[in-house]
């Protein structure tokens, strides 16, 4: 393997990973059977392959063998539930694609894309939050970032007091907002592999503190806990990072609310790793 001479090597090595990947994205997209996939997990995510050959009047083969490239792609991310392999729709990659496209070119010319990433942000028929992405790092400086307020404070602006063993109690600390509860505890803590926690209580000062409505952040403290989990699976010269938030009724106000902010969430997270800085705050 060749050593490489500069900084300049390494950034062309990595500007050329992710035009494959982007190749990859668009190659899944292209196939109008693939599409119709995506279509199905929108209407209704957390399919098997079974109902997704159902739904789609397509044989088990055929539905695998595009599953496969949509999941190449990381446009698709699956999950064991028992004996089951769910299938879900995946927002990262083409979160990252109109980063770059839709952001810089004519938005009438990628109409389609744009709306493929509203509907893979808006995929709420499962009543759960799945959302993959790669990020060149190390499983302990993931977990790191995941667990460490020097790091949270960066690319969330919040931070955690616990002492991150299973039924401990965590304090929440936004801005200058802070919930302590007892409800809010962690559930599981596997350095390096898996981190799990219930999500926090949201009271007056939470609607006071973001500028909320206060009947709408009732409506919210009114809605079942909610719980989180990170599950960190060595990649490569990456680490797979797989959230998932569920715990939500059906019709939950607060599963929309997240939905919106995970995405920022993590591809700020997936910046600083990669790059040492955070996404620069929306304008």
């Not at 010319?109 to 709420?124: C, F, G, N, P």
């Not at 990020?135 to 993931?142: M, R």
């Amino acid at each position: 393997m060749p050593i490489l001479n500069s900084a300049t090597d390494g950034l062309h090595i990595e500007r050329h990973r992710r035009e494959v990947f982007v190749d990859e994205v668009f190659k899944a997209l292209a196939d109008p059977s693939r599409r119709r996939l995506l279509d199905s997990l929108n209407e209704r995510n957390g399919q098997t392959l079974r109902e997704l050959g159902a739904e789609l009047d397509m044989t088990r083969q055929a539905v695998s063998k595009h599953l496969a490239v949509l999941e190449a792609a990381n446009l698709v991310t699956t999950l064991r539930r028992g004996r089951e392999k769910l299938h879900y729709l995946n927002a990262e990659p083409v979160n990252a694609i109109t980063d770059r496209w839709i952001n810089r070119y004519d938005r009438g010319r990628v109409h389609a894309l744009a709306d493929l990433k509203t509907a893979l942000e808006t995929a709420t028929m499962s009543n759960e939050f799945v959302y993959t992405t790669y990020i060149k790092t190390t499983p302990v400086q993931l977990w790191q970032a995941l667990t460490d307020p020097a790091f949270t404070n960066r690319y969330w602006g919040a931070s955690f007091d616990t002492d991150w063993q299973p039924g401990s109690e965590m304090v929440w600390h936004q801005r200058d907002w802070s919930s302590t509860d007892p409800a809010q505890v962690v559930i599981a803590a596997d350095p390096y592999r898996t981190l799990s926690y219930t999500w926090h209580t949201f009271d007056p000062a939470f609607a006071e503190k973001f500028g909320m409505n206060s009947e709408e952040v009732a409506k919210w403290s009114s809605e079942p806990r909610s719980k989180v989990t990170f599950s960190l699976e060595p990649a490569g010269e990456t680490v797979k990072l797989t959230v998932v938030h569920d715990g939500f009724a059906p019709g939950s106000e607060v599963l929309l609310g997240i939905s919106e902010g995970w995405p920022a969430i993590l591809s700020s997270l997936k910046t600083l790793l990669e790059t040492g800085d955070v996404l620069p705050e929306p304008a």
